[in-house]
């Protein structure tokens, strides 16, 4: 099954970091900007002509800091899955302005509508990722995108107002982007997804380091605990002395589990289906 990428403004082979994955920089509208994302697609995956699994990657940061890694997303790709990952507006030379987290939302909410619409996607197995800052932007898809099979947070930000008082070192980039909490209470609150919870209507995945010094373990008690709040169905993976970056066999290790994980919640859409 050849890629037909009908659906975007552009595309343009990038070099392959993984055997067998496949990189393309993609362009598509979201509101009124052209912006961009990095596709990677499992070539070796696709000789059945069967419609693949997909994740739609939300990155972490801003500008430089965070930016989507080929090879990270490629090793993903290579667990059989296309792999989707927004610059988000104002990032690696995209028109518009980065809000963390505020209209840069729709950046996502586009990027899971041209997945829908991939030649090579099967619609009812595209789920979201997000690591750090992404983690909020995965929770908005997991209350906005209908159909959306399920959302992933690793190392996420939950609370925008808990990063603010965590993140001394982020205060100044975070008060010319949103505000300070205390005068722009609306915009943090806007930014946090825990106040919104009950719309989340698709399983979580919470995967955090008990170490993590950038975005702390609570935000994964309080996201967890707003979803069991919720009625929301949600399983916490803590790793035991594991930083913000989760490295070797660590990171190996719950990738793989993670992609299982993936997998059950695939079967159980489309076992339905078959029966």
Same mark, same amino acid.
């Given at each position: ?6 659906? &975007? ?26 912006? *961009? ?41 290579? &667990? ?36 829908? *619409? ?18 909020? !932007? ?7 995108? *209908? ?22 070192? !982020? ?11 205390? *005068? ?40 967890a605990a707003a979803l069991q709040k919720a009625g929301v169905w949600h399983e916490k993976w803590l790793a035991e002395g594991a930083s913000h970056l989760f490295v070797g066999e660590e990171i190996e290790k719950y990738t793989r589990n993670m992609f299982a994980w993936l997998d059950e919640r695939g079967q159980e859409r489309i076992a339905p289906a078959n029966a």
């Amino acid at each position: 099954m050849q890629v037909d990428f009908a659906p &975007f403004v552009a595309f343009a082979p990038e070099e392959s970091v993984v055997s067998g994955v496949a990189l393309y920089t993609v362009s598509y509208y979201s509101d009124d900007l052209l912006v *961009k994302a990095l596709l990677a697609v499992p070539e070796h995956f696709l000789a059945e002509e069967t419609r693949l699994p997909a994740l739609l990657y939300c990155r972490g940061g801003i500008k430089g800091i965070g930016r989507v890694r080929p090879e990270r997303i490629s090793q993903m790709a290579a &667990f059989g899955y296309v792999v989707l990952a927004p610059h988000y507006r104002g990032n690696e030379g995209c028109a518009g302005r980065d809000e963390f987290g505020g209209a840069d939302r729709q950046d996502v909410f586009s990027a899971y509508e041209l997945l829908r *619409k991939l030649n090579i996607v099967d619609s009812r197995r595209i789920s979201a990722y997000g690591f750090s800052r992404g983690g909020v !932007m995965a929770l908005f898809a997991a209350m906005e995108c *209908k159909g959306l099979l399920s959302a992933v947070v690793w190392s996420g930000v939950s609370d925008m107002f808990l990063t603010y008082e965590e993140r001394v070192d !982020m205060r100044r980039m975070l008060r010319r982007l949103i505000g300070h909490p205390a *005068k722009q209470e609306a915009a943090y609150r806007d930014r946090t997804p825990l106040y919104r919870a009950g719309e989340i209507a698709c399983p979580v995945l919470i995967i955090h380091g008990t170490e993590d010094e950038n975005v702390s373990v609570e935000h994964a008690h309080r996201l967890a605990a707003a979803l069991q709040k919720a009625g929301v169905w949600h399983e916490k993976w803590l790793a035991e002395g594991a930083s913000h970056l989760f490295v070797g066999e660590e990171i190996e290790k719950y990738t793989r589990n993670m992609f299982a994980w993936l997998d059950e919640r695939g079967q159980e859409r489309i076992a339905p289906a078959n029966a």
